[in-house]
């Protein structure tokens, strides 16, 4: 007669006696999966934005946009976790986001710039501001670099007179920033390129620039000026026609791989508690994941400091997570017992029977208690503002709206 052991089927299952393998009786490959997902992570997530704006969305469109993210994860989240713990397919489902998430970036680094004109500026005569820059600008001009002026920011003037050209170099702050007064029929031809912005600028020209002649109201071609900033994507004038497919392409790229990498995040979770033989062991686990973070980021910064290019990122970033796919490929996870499998198969008759007499029972007034609840109150509380917190007011238009209403 065959022994119990023979008859019993040959699972993957990680085991934590003496026998198991070193590699499987400490974990190695877990640990190895939590250090190399969050070091792409580490490398990606934190430079997403500043990435985003380098390719010409606004600080308003960046803000529309992570303002979706958190409540998209709050939906999508428990969703597919739902789906890999009854499937029990948490490695092919975390690999397939992986992957994706990968492509979606990729895209997103490769794809062109949204196109801005310049910002082009007239030197002309105001009655109470003496000689200044007349130009008109995206809202977030007067903020940008103005609020790093003490980093070293700054803008530059390029101009010419008579030919002759000059330029100087001036900074920004709300204190010196003046609006020009914008009539309500100016007001739709003002939204095209922004705000009309006058900027004093009597102390920035000085020794042969001192006496540059001016004119009074609207400056002639010939003062033509063209303002850049000292970090570039900080400031631009008015879009080229046709790029709001390219910031519809970004806006997608961003929310939907942030959003599967946010998810990727609990299936790891999920993974980790599927594979040890005791749950008490999974924080030694999931530290080299907080590891991995830290040293990736600092990684991927000084090797941008040193290559000065936004594919420092992607390259690493892909290289972690194409690693990372293979090595979670080779986590064991532990199967059901028959005790578990006998429970599960009960607690869904169970869960039929309730369904089927509570059914009709059910209202919405049933989730009232739960409001009652403090923990419930403190959680949605902090799931709003953290989901807030993505989208800061932006005190440069709401400022040109309050003037304009006035």
């Known amino acids: 007669m065959e022994s119990p052991s023979m008859l019993a089927p040959t699972t993957n299952a990680v085991s934590a006696s003496s026998t198991a393998s070193f590699v499987h009786r400490h974990y190695i490959l877990l640990k190895t999966h939590y250090f190399l997902f969050f070091s792409a992570f580490g490398i990606l997530y934190p430079i997403l934005n500043i990435t985003l704006r380098s390719r010409g969305l606004s600080n308003s469109e960046l803000a529309y946009i992570n303002l979706i993210v958190p409540f998209l994860v709050f939906f999508t989240n428990p969703l597919l976790g739902f789906i890999a713990d009854h499937s029990r397919r948490y490695l092919l489902t975390f690999n397939c986001i992986l992957l994706i998430v990968t492509i979606l970036y990729g895209i997103m680094f490769i794809s062109p710039t949204i196109k801005s004109h310049n910002i082009d500026a007239n030197i002309i005569y105001d009655n109470k501001l003496g000689r200044v820059l007349d130009f008109c600008a995206s809202q977030e001009v007067a903020t940008k670099c103005s609020s790093r002026s003490e980093c070293g920011c700054s803008y530059s003037s390029f101009c010419r007179k008579d030919n002759s050209p000059f330029n100087f170099t001036f900074t920004m702050s709300p204190n010196d920033t003046r609006l020009a007064t914008i009539s309500l029929v100016d007001i739709s031809a003002s939204s095209k390129c922004g705000i009309q912005y006058r900027v004093p600028v009597d102390k920035y020209l000085t020794g042969d620039n001192e006496e540059l002649p001016y004119h ?140 089927t007499k509570t059914k009709a029972r059910f209202k919405a007034a049933a989730l009232i208690p739960l409001l009652k609840n403090i923990d419930v109150i403190v959680f949605l509380s902090l799931t709003f503002i953290w989901g807030m917190s993505y989208a800061p007011l932006d005190p440069v238009r709401i400022r040109f709206k309050i003037l304009i209403y006035l």
Do not use: W
Not at 335 to 352: G, L
């Open 216 to 355: 009074k109201g609207n400056a002639s071609s010939s003062d033509a000026c063209e303002i850049t900033c000292s970090i570039d994507h900080f400031c631009h004038g008015p879009r080229h026609p046709r790029q709001l497919h390219y910031i519809l392409l970004y806006s997608l790229l961003f929310i939907i791989g942030t959003n599967l990498l946010s998810i990727g995040i609990t299936i790891g979770v999920s993974i980790g508690f599927a594979t040890l033989s005791s749950p008490e062991i999974f924080g030694e686990q999931r530290v080299f994941g907080t590891i991995g973070f830290g040293l990736s980021a600092f990684l991927a910064s000084r090797l941008y400091a040193h290559f000065h290019s936004d594919l420092v990122y992607i390259i690493m970033f892909s290289t972690a997570t194409l690693i990372c796919i293979g090595i979670t490929s080779l986590i064991r996870i532990q199967p059901r017992t028959h005790e578990e499998n006998t429970n599960v198969s009960a607690s869904k008759d169970d869960e039929i029977e309730a369904k």
